[in-house]
């Protein structure tokens, strides 16, 4: 018996010799192929899958809710999203997985997925508003720490990151433990998976370094022109915003045309933002509206007759006021101060600031249009409601 498993063991050791012979530097460079295979599918699943959270996000559990909001990282490693932080504040955490109904995404050293949103976009708690014109928390720079900006953000900034922590380096300490992700179920010890974003995200815009010689991490950026584009490529959106700004109007007749907030007399008319959606009554007020309009009543402009009379002229009829959708930013328009601060121009395109001079609102189109075939392209032409 002994003749043949000193074979066995020889053969045994022999094999090994072989495959240690085998470890070049081809094969370490395949394996780090593969690796880095694995980790670039897991980041862009887990966009994909953050995008559609934000274009689905009214149709799931959230029936009375807006779309367009992101959910909260998963902060005490059960996978799931949770409450985060303050109001307007940006959170890092781990990917909520669950919450996404994906699998338990790793990157290719086999760590768990991080994720950081911005206090704009997180779903809890909510932005006072959340729109096209919102804007990210994270600013982006390369390796010469020039910044990148993203486009489909007016300021360039970053929505949400999803970010792979790679293998510890030298300096960090990741403990193992029970948790599904190691010793540190709820985290806290973010410096001890990520060089790119540190141990808090208090003022923003945040610097995130990419490209940086004493990191690993990998990551995705998400901005605000990613996931409003996910929506317009859906043919219920621009109904869903034609329900919304039907539903201002409706609210500003119920209440009888309250005088406008700030503005200017403009022709005929006083020209200024809507009263706050709480304030009025009618259905921009249901439970099922009532996101929607404190989102997107900032987008647009109301005008009202000076003198009381019917001095605009719609499509067939007379009008004491107009409800203006002003659309997606143009190029030549700055939206980043809060409303208030910005003047009429910045919404409304120079032909309806002219026909609304004239008294003649029946030139403008009076449905919100998202039909462009090119979605990359700004929904920009301004929409009119004639409020008799």
């Known amino acids: ?87 307007g504040q940006p959170v890092v955490g781990r990917l909520p997985y669950l919450t996404l109904n994906l699998p338990d995404l790793r990157d290719g050293s086999g760590e768990c997925l991080w994720y950081a949103v911005s206090g704009a976009f997180k779903n809890n708690p909510k932005a006072q508003s959340v729109n096209w014109d919102s804007t990210g928390s994270f600013r982006l720079r390369d390796g010469d720490a020039r910044v990148i900006a993203l486009p489909g953000d007016q300021a360039g900034l970053a929505a949400a990151l999803v970010i792979a922590p ?48 004493a990191s690993n991490d990998r990551l995705v950026a998400i901005a605000t022109g990613d996931i409003y584009r996910q929506l317009k490529r859906r043919n219920s959106y621009g109904g869903h915003l034609q329900k919304v700004f039907q539903s201002l109007a409706d609210c500003l007749i119920t209440s009888k045309l309250p005088a406008p907030v700030g503005g200017e007399d403009h022709g005929p008319v006083r020209l200024g933002q809507l009263p706050a959606p709480d304030g009025l009554q ?39 006021g107009a409800l203006i959708f002003g659309g997606e930013r143009l190029d030549s328009q700055h939206r980043l101060a809060p409303p208030a601060q910005q003047g009429n121009d910045a919404y409304l395109e120079d032909a309806t600031l002219a026909a609304l001079a004239a008294g003649q609102i029946g030139t403008l189109q009076a449905r919100i249009d998202l039909s462009s075939t090119d979605r990359h392209q700004p929904a920009s032409r301004d929409a009119a409601l004639c409020l008799p």
């Open 1 to 87: 018996m002994m003749l043949p498993t000193l074979v066995l063991l020889l053969s045994l050791g022999g094999l090994g010799w072989l495959l240690a012979r085998h470890d070049t530097a081809a094969d370490r460079a395949a394996h780090q192929l593969a690796a880095d295979l694995r980790t670039e599918r897991a980041l862009q699943t887990a966009r994909e899958a953050l995008l559609g959270f934000a274009a689905t996000y009214r149709n799931k559990e959230h029936p009375t809710a807006d779309f367009g909001y992101l959910p909260c990282p998963d902060l005490d490693g059960d996978g799931s999203s949770e409450t985060c932080g303050q109001q």
């Open 282 to 320: 009618g259905p921009c007020r249901n439970p099922e509206l009532r996101d929607p309009a404190a989102n997107w009543a900032g987008m647009m402009r109301y005008a009202r007759c000076n003198d009381g009379s019917t001095c605009l002229t719609g499509a067939g009829q007379a009008c004491r």
């Open 166 to 213: 790679g293998r510890p380096l030298a300096s960090q300490q990741r403990t193992p433990g029970p948790g599904r992700c190691g010793g540190d179920p709820e985290a806290r010890r973010i410096e001890a998976y990520l060089e790119v974003i540190g141990t808090s995200v208090g003022n923003t815009p945040f610097d995130v370094p990419t490209d940086h010689p």
